[in-house]
Nanobody, 120 residues
Framework: QVQLVESGGGLVQPGGSLTLSCAAS????????MGWYRQAPGKERELVAT???????NYADSVKGRFTISRDNAKSTVSLQMNSLNPDDTAVYYC??????????????WGKGTLITVSS
């Protein structure tokens, strides 16, 4: 069974920075995509940023130029460096991974989420 564990959430002032980290554990063949989604109060979950195991990235327009995703394939970790945070970034942030199991089937795994609150 594959699990994702996030860390790094909390309260930050507008204009501040924060880094989220996520580590995958368990038995699997490979992780093809790792990334981050978020869900603000009263809104649907949305993509923030993802990265393939080949290094290709995809960012939401709202975070381009402010957030940077990075990944360590050997350690099965993904991080999200967030700069110039504003109150609209307040949300629960979820780590996400598309995993190929040892049985060669693909599964989408979610972390439990970590809350980021941007407020003065």
């Amino acid at each position: 069974q594959v699990q994702l564990v996030e860390s790094g959430g909390g309260l930050v002032q507008p204009g501040g920075s924060l880094t989220l980290s996520c580590a995958a554990s368990g038995t699997f063949f490979r992780i093809t995509i790792m990334g981050w989604y978020r869900q603000a109060p009263g809104k649907e979950r949305e993509l923030v940023a993802t990265m393939t195991n080949g290094g290709s990235t995809n960012y939401a327009d709202s975070v381009k130029g402010r957030f940077t995703i990075s990944r360590d394939n050997a350690k099965s970790t993904v991080s999200l460096q967030m700069n110039s945070l504003n109150p609209d970034d307040t949300a629960v942030y979820y780590c996400n991974a598309v995993v190929t199991t040892v049985h060669q089937t693909d599964m989408t795994i979610w972390g439990k989420g970590t809350l980021i609150t941007v407020s003065s």
